[in-house]
């Protein structure tokens, strides 16, 4: 059964889903690039480590993860519904909501907010969002200048750089890197660098932290994302470790959250299930720092004026497909990023999506279809890793499968079939039929001499740059078989 | 009890002693093991690549020429995993009421070989006699699609003269991947070389593991480094004596 939603996918040339460079070409430079790959080896395998700890000392994790897989499946079966009361509650609060069908249509809005505020600056809460939809890009683009307070996400923009982890932007970069980005760049963008900036975190931490307060006292607008919405009371959420989030969700006049529609959950006590899933998950804590909840607005307590800006980009396009649509029970936590293989290896700037990784390789193709993204259905090894590690069950190398499927299907037709489709349609033939198997098999034999001289031909030779290639037997197991008998 | 080996196309065709040290073990353990001939390929590469319609021929060979065993035994954990975890899907959607059930049945009764030994036999000393230096890689699709656990490393252990040496970093994947070792062989190279490491960090003599593809792969790559570690699929250690 197919279902229509009416809306598309996320528009090209818009925001940070796609990049357009394939991912193996993108992963070769990341893999040539040896500081990288020891930043990223060391800062995976130590979340690792300790994610494993604070998952394991959760006695009914797989109930909360069943739960948590519940709730979202819920909410994508009844988002017309959740949403709309979300819209009530929110307005009824005080709280203004505007729907956004894409990134253009989300940027513009967000424009027009700030620009009847008057404000030409604006600070961030960090936000996957607004990366997704390149909100700081349309932003500058009308001149207003957007600062970033998560530290990393500052580290990135300072360094003008872009994200590549979802919970730790600047997760390839050290500390040295760091202290260069901040000697070198922050004059230009307010209060410079302390004289004589070491390396050690605090420092660093300290610097940021100088810098950043001058933003948070002077801004009059402040824009976040949200990790959660609550339905039945339109209460917005957003769980951080530094507290700079709550800096911005307090301080500022103006209050605007970009939300994607699928962050909703139905009712407050949900929560419970989700606060705990997700610091674990994360950044393998028990309890994050700082979370911070609102409803409307609160007359002489933080912002006097705050809007919601509900996103679609692609998400209803995805809620469409039965066998993607569990992607969108993501919460953004990025265990299926630490515990990969292929991107403890590249980095997240290879995934050319702000979404990186395991769940970027099944979000992004679905977000911009599948046509925008090709070949990051094919990033993985399948070793299933992240569907272990997912706080919500999202079976990530079945749906890898399932879009490598509409990839390879999408292509069908061609005048021209690619090299790959006609071995594999010559492949599918042979095992169609045993007898033609039997013979193909010991041809198999012929290619002893080539595998002696190494000289296979292509794509073989994809296999022979790091691997020998085992001598073909002189007789197959079944001609064995049949000599026995 | 009728037991059937499901031989895999790549152990066919490229590691046939794989096949017949299969064949030695479980006749040692008093089977009268039968190779239908009429099997080919069971699809996993097709449809682990995007080439379901391809495949579905082959998801119905498999049902058919296995249909009448009591148990079908496979020294693959991914061609296994294949069976088991795909074909029921591929099934439903070729809306062929009678072939899904056929799958149902027939894909229930397909065991890795550790799982068959263990679990189905309840075996774990099979009598095998192995004096080498050993480090057991424990691939994904047994590790994480099967779960088959700890049941290869129980074998291992039982094996006389068998030093069996811890693994670092075990449950990391090596990097083969099926197509993903063409398609992406520059990522597979680069976990490739951080699994053999690992193997060379043992002072292992040998590595073994359930899946001749996996081990294809990392034998290749110890080959090229001239290290001298011999890949042995598992069947081939519990059949030694």
Same mark, same amino acid.
């Given at each position: ?485 | ?103 149902? @049945? %027939? !894909? ?9 030994? *263990?679990?189905?036999?309840?075996? $774990?000393? =099979?009598? +095998? ?56 062989? @520059? %990522? !597979? ?9 690992? *193997?060379?960090?043992?002072?292992? $003599?040998? =590595?073994? +593991? ?32």
């Amino acid at each position: 059964m197919t279902t229509f939603l009416g809306l598309p996918t996320a528009p090209p040339g818009v925001g940070h889903l796609s990049s357009g460079r394939p991912f193996p070409a993108a992963a070769r430079t990341a893999l040539a690039d040896n500081q990288l790959r020891s930043n990223l080896g060391h800062a995976t395998s130590t979340i690792r480590t300790k994610r494993a700890r604070a998952v394991a000392e959760v006695p009914d994790w797989p109930q909360l993860r069943a739960a948590g897989a519940a709730i979202k499946d819920d909410v994508l079966a009844n988002l017309d519904r959740y949403l709309v009361q979300l819209e009530e509650q929110v307005t009824a609060r005080g709280g203004t909501v505007h729907w956004a069908r894409d990134a253009a249509e989300a940027n513009e809005i967000v424009t027009r907010l700030v620009q009847a505020s008057g404000a030409r600056e604006v600070v961030k809460v960090k936000s996957m969002a607004t990366q997704e939809i390149g909100l700081n890009e349309a932003l500058s683009a009308a001149g207003i200048a957007a600062w970033e307070t998560d530290l990393a996400e500052l580290i990135v923009q300072l360094g003008r750089d872009s994200p590549s982890h979802i919970l730790v932007p600047a997760i390839h970069q050290n500390r040295t890197e760091i202290r260069d980005i901040f000697v070198r760049e922050m004059a230009a963008a307010g209060r410079p660098a302390p004289d004589g900036l070491t390396d050690e975190p605090a420092a660093l931490a300290e610097a940021a932290r100088l810098h950043l307060r001058e933003k948070f006292l002077s801004a009059q607008v402040a824009i976040s994302g949200a990790n959660f919405a609550v339905a039945e009371s339109g209460t917005l959420a957003v769980v951080e470790s530094e507290g700079n989030g709550r800096m911005c969700l307090t301080l500022p006049r103006t209050l605007i959250t970009v939300m994607g529609i699928e962050k909703l959950v139905p009712a407050w006590r949900d929560l419970e299930v989700f606060l705990q899933l997700l610091p674990r998950s994360s950044t393998a804590e028990r309890m994050n720092p700082y979370t911070s909840m609102w409803t409307g607005v609160t007359p002489g307590d933080g912002p006097s004026e705050f809007h919601l800006v509900l996103l679609d980009n692609g998400r209803t396009a995805t809620l469409a497909d039965p066998e993607g649509r569990s992607a969108l029970r993501c919460i953004r936590c990025s265990a299926c990023l630490n515990v990969c293989p292929v991107y403890e290896r590249t980095g997240g700037h290879a995934y050319g999506s702000v979404y990186p990784g395991p769940i970027g390789a099944v979000l992004s193709p679905q977000l911009t279809g599948v046509d925008a993204n090709k070949s990051l259905p094919y990033a993985s090894s399948l070793c299933g890793a992240c569907y272990d590690a997912c706080p919500v069950a999202i079976d990530i190398p079945t749906m890898l499968v399932h879009l490598r499927e509409r990839v390879v299907d999408s292509g069908r037709g061609r005048a021209v079939p690619s090299p790959e489709r006609v071995a594999m349609a010559a492949a599918a033939w042979t095992m169609r039929k045993p007898s033609r198997w039997r013979r193909i098999l010991r041809l198999g034999r012929w290619g002893r001499p080539l595998v002696r001289r190494r000289a296979l031909p292509p794509p073989l030779t994809a296999w022979t740059a790091a691997r020998d290639v085992p001598m073909p037997p002189k007789q197959t197991f079944r001609d064995w078989w049949t000599e026995r008998a | 009890m009728k037991v059937a080996l499901f031989i895999t196309c790549l152990v066919d065709g490229l590691f046939p002693d794989v096949g017949k040290a299969t064949v030695t073990l479980l006749e040692r353990l008093g089977h009268r093991v039968e190779v239908p001939l009429d099997q080919t390929c069971c699809g996993q590469m097709h449809l682990n690549t995007g080439y379901t319609r391809e495949a579905r021929p082959m998801v119905r060979g498999f049902a058919g020429t296995f249909a009448g065993y009591d148990a079908i035994v496979a020294p693959s954990g991914s061609c296994v995993g294949s069976v088991r975890h795909q074909h029921p899907a591929v099934a439903r959607r070729m809306r062929d009421d009678a072939l899904a059930r056929q799958v149902d @049945d %027939v !894909s229930g009764r397909v065991y890795e070989l550790s799982e068959y030994l *263990v679990d189905v036999l309840g075996v $774990e000393d =099979v009598g +095998a006699r192995y004096p080498h230096r050993v480090t057991y890689h424990p691939t994904c699709h047994s590790l994480r699609l099967l779960r088959v656990d700890d049941k290869p490393l129980r074998l291992l252990r039982n094996v006389r003269g068998l030093d069996l040496l811890e693994l670092p970093d075990a449950d990391q994947c090596c990097g083969f991947g099926g197509t993903f070792a063409l398609k992406n062989a @520059d %990522v !597979s190279a680069a976990m490739l070389a951080d699994k053999m490491t690992n *193997v060379l960090r043992t002072d292992a $003599e040998v =590595v073994t +593991a359930g899946d001749s593809s996996c081990l294809m792969h990392i034998g290749g790559g110890l080959s090229r480094l001239r290290s001298g570690v011999r890949p042995v699929h598992l069947a081939e250690i519990l059949a030694a004596t």
